[in-house]
């Protein structure tokens, strides 16, 4: 049976976060997941509706999803700020048949909210999971020590969210592990990025940075994985300005999930834009062989 | 002729200042049968009550109405006011004006009026049918069963003990001291916990009234107060409690060691051991979960190296049943589990982050670091602590939402035992409120703080990780508003005391009730603290709910006194309120039997004269003794051949036809 979803990808994924949507596609396809890009989607609002108006940050997801419920699917959204937006909707018109109608009146179409929003992350190792996905694995991400950063929104507000523990979520962990890599104990999994505050407040959000880069490094891990766009970008652009802070070069290459389901499965840097980096990665995949077979690795040969 | 006099109360203010009692009082004197009415402002008082008592001899009552509260609070107080009247004690019924009819009614005078006057009418009908009851009498087994032998337990027995009545300590562990036993020093007057608890395990045991049934576990109970009978399980201990000495070659000479409960992981202890030096029974039981004779018929140390033949790998658990008067609960408590839900604090993956207990493991002169206090990581003496109170209660979000009314004092205790012992330390407590109520308590927290010099910082820590050898505690100063992180070397976290895991269980199996959180429910929170709602089985200590040692000793006193007054007497009344089978129209199905929760109902054999000759049939028969006046027989029963003394068919259709007027 062929897993089938909307997909949404969201401002981001086609924007600072091609890499995402390309190994995403990549990867959907290796596995045989249809990924149906919903028609005519708009914008979630993540960044700013939710500031400016509770019924709007409602609103702006509804529309999508209702168009997605066109489709009779389950959605699979790749960015954490996006699937929180779309979860947070999702649940309130469940909950309450005034706040439907509301909605329903606002968006000027119907939504029901009986399909379910999941974000990639799940789908991918839930729904696919975890055994098809070792089976695919010809390339293990052996030497690789992961800290697999879930950042604040996929899990928050846990009541919402319903996915993975809130304190120490370990999907991504298990993915690593399916993936040949080796997940890290660390303390920073679930905390703040600084978001917008990078841009906006640098004196407060590098720091944020610099504190999630620290702990990965401090635990031993070679490597950032994450499941979100903003995240992404924080910790791969700012890596420079985070390690001035305290003189120091962390040097860590940050990854989307997907490029390294990518990677294990054997696609090449190009095909998952790994070129697109503000850290190289392709030095710490060169040291460590992934590109290799891995009969022909050097510690085999 | 029935002559029924109507008292309304005013319970003060509580139910004048909605019912206009007066009305209900001139209202009631239509009622079929009523010759006399009046309204009194407190009926309970002894002046109320002699308005009563007045009114029955000059107006020559024999059944009387009192509309007040509920007959829960005040029904007995009325039965001796009619036995000092001369009259039968259950030919009074209650309406309940307050509970019933003000306390949810206050916005609507009118409507509660009305009602109070319909439930005086109820009760007034129901009285007309009342009939005279007589209690029976049962006996007392002087015998007294304490379920748990920490301090409260211990107390309680040594007290029933002392009054001439034989005592059964039944405690799971292998030795008795409970929880006291564990902790090193004792608050507001850090007098060491072990010099006052230690004699007085060896007071229990050595008591000629008291036997100790340790390593023993509650089976079954039956019966009723002042006939309970019990069903303990002793389990197997694989060593001969008669034959063996103490002498410790044993528990030196096996060769596996495994973590130390007694030490709350702080310690190890081997598999055939004592939990700690001064346990009583001072003699050891083997570990079957961790014992490789046991669990692959390897090694066996201990039975070659034992002098007197004690070891015993083919011991097995025994089944006792013995008769007792009345049970004393005193199960304790344990702390709150807060690994499986403490994300934020590591969910227990951090060594050096320890809860309340363990520190009192290191900071032990007996314990496993000699009272030096280490960190568990790796053994330094860690000069920055945290202490975070409140983790796991007053929550609504996760963990329990009461205070649990010890921790507040332990901290500071915990405080100042670190302290002393290190004067440079830095130690930072994290907490809600400072909750510190009793006899030189508050003046302990401020020594603590002033004296020694402890940090309190107000705000709940949001997040603890590891970096490097130091854990980064992060938190809001509430006071300051501002974030505050620490680097501490060690963690404690101060978390809440909760009902032992199966506390339901056992509360079920000794047939009382217990609330959410799984502590032991008393009768009355205010009148009734000691007792539960179960006859004959009292509550003794934290089993009941957070507290510390003097008050848990102080309840446990107070359970042997209630337990010495239901010894006090060969006979004990019975309540008369009881099932009875009229037996010309039982039918002997025997659909009464499953619905008894007290097992009260058999069925039995009678012989009959039918037509000249006799036949044989079945009835149901109701044990008095056991019965509790519950009533679901009574609906269960197709023929209407069972009936509830004080609450028949017939005075039950004449409330409801009083209800329909």
Known sequence: MTLKYAYYPGCSLNATGIEYNQSTKAVAKHLGVQLEEIDDWNCCGASAAHNTSHLLSIALPARTLALAEKQGLDVAVPCAACFNRMKAAQVEVRQSKEMKKTINEVIDMEYTARHEVKTLLDVLVNDVGLDKIKESVNRPLTGLKVASYYGCLLVRPPKIMCFDDVEDPMTMDRLVVALGGEPVEWSYKVECCGAGHSTAKPAVGIPMIRDILKNAKLNGANCILTACPLCFLNLDMRQKEAGQLDNNSYQLPVFYFTQFMGLAFGYSAKELCLNKHFVDPVKLLDEKDIFRHPDTRREKA | ?661
């Open chain 2, 1 to 661: 002729m029935k002559r029924i006099g109507v008292f309304v109360c005013h319970c003060g203010s509580n139910i004048a200042a909605v019912v206009d009692v007066k009305k209900v009082a001139e209202e009631a004197k239509s009622m079929l049968g009523v010759v006399y009415s009046t309204d009194y402002q407190y009926m309970c008082s002894e002046p109320g009550q002699d308005v009563i008592i007045k009114a029955v001899k000059e107006h020559n009552l024999n059944r009387v109405v009192v509309a007040a509260c509920s007959p829960r609070l005040h029904e007995p107080t009325f039965r001796k006011t009619l036995e000092n009247a001369g009259l039968n004690p259950y030919y009074v019924e209650m309406a309940n004006l307050r509970e019933h009819c003000s306390w949810v009614h206050p916005n609507d005078k009118e409507g509660a009026t009305l009602k109070s006057i319909d439930l005086v009418r109820k009760a007034v009908a129901k009285v007309n049918k009342t009939v005279a009851l007589f209690p029976g009498e049962i006996p007392v087994e002087k015998r007294c069963l304490v379920i748990g032998g920490g301090i409260a337990g211990m107390q309680t027995a040594i007290d029933v003990a002392d009054m001439g009545y034989e005592v059964i300590i039944l405690e799971r562990e292998a030795t008795i001291g409970g929880k006291m036993a564990i902790l090193d020093k004792t608050f507001p007057t850090m007098d060491c916990s072990a010099c006052i608890c230690t004699p007085k395990m060896v007071d229990a045991a050595q008591h000629p009234n008291i036997k100790l049934y340790t390593l023993s576990e509650l089976e079954s109970v039956g019966g009723y107060v002042g006939n309970f009978e019990v069903t303990i399980r002793k389990k197997a201990r694989y060593v001969d409690m008669v034959k063996c000495t103490g002498c410790g070659i044993c528990e030196a000479k096996c060769p596996k060691k495994v973590e130390s409960e007694f030490d709350y992981g702080m310690g190890k202890r081997p598999c055939i051991y004592k939990p700690f030096p001064q346990a009583v029974p001072n003699k050891p039981m083997i570990d079957p979960e961790n014992c490789r004779k046991l669990k692959e018929n390897k090694c066996g140390v201990c039975a070659k190296v034992c002098p007197t033949d004690a070891v015993n790998f083919e011991d097995k658990d025994e089944l006792v049943t013995e008769r007792f008067g009345a049970i004393v609960m005193a199960t304790g408590y344990e702390l709150y589990d807060w690994k499986k839900d403490f994300g934020e604090y590591g969910y227990g993956k951090y060594p050096d982050v320890i809860d309340g207990l363990q520190f009192e493991r290191l900071v032990n002169a007996s314990g496993p670091t000699m009272g030096k206090i280490k960190r568990p990581s790796d053994g330094e003496i860690p000069q920055d602590i945290v202490i975070i109170k409140c983790v796991g209660s007053r929550s609504t979000e996760k963990g329990k939402t009461y205070c649990s009314k010890i921790c507040c004092m332990y901290t500071a205790k915990h405080a100042t035992q670190i302290l002393e012992k290190n004067p440079n330390a830095n130690v930072y407590i994290f907490y809600m409120d400072v909750r510190t109520p009793g006899k030189m308590y508050d003046e302990f927290y401020m020594r603590a703080k002033e004296g020694y010099g402890a940090t309190y910082l107000r705000g709940q820590v949001s997040k603890i990780y590891q970096e490097g050898k130091k854990l980064i505690v992060k938190a809001e100063d509430t006071l300051v508003g501002k974030p505050v992180e620490v680097k501490a070397d060690m963690v404690i976290l101060a978390t809440a005391a909760a009902a032992v895991k199966d506390s339901s269980e056992i509360a079920q199996t000794v047939g009382f009730s217990y609330d959410k959180d799984g502590f032991f429910t008393e009768a009355h929170p205010k009148l009734r603290p000691i007792e539960t709602n179960t006859a004959g089985v009292f509550l003794a200590g934290t089993c009941q709910g957070p507290k510390d040692i003097p008050e848990t000793v102080s309840q446990a006193t107070a359970a042997a006194a209630k337990v010495g007054a239901l010894f006090s007497k060969d006979k004990m009344a019975t309540s008369p309120m009881i099932s009875y089978v009229d037996e010309g129209l039982c039918s002997g199905c025997g659909l009464c039997i499953p619905v008894c929760p007290y097992k009260a109902i058999e069925l039995i054999t009678i012989k009959e004269r039918v037509h000249g000759g006799e036949v044989e049939r079945q009835v149901a028969n109701v044990n008095a003794g056991l019965c509790q006046g519950c009533g679901p027989c009574t609906v269960a029963c197709r023929s209407g051949a069972i009936n509830l003394r004080g609450f028949t068919n017939q005075q039950i259709l004449a409330e409801v036809d009083a209800a329909c007027q």
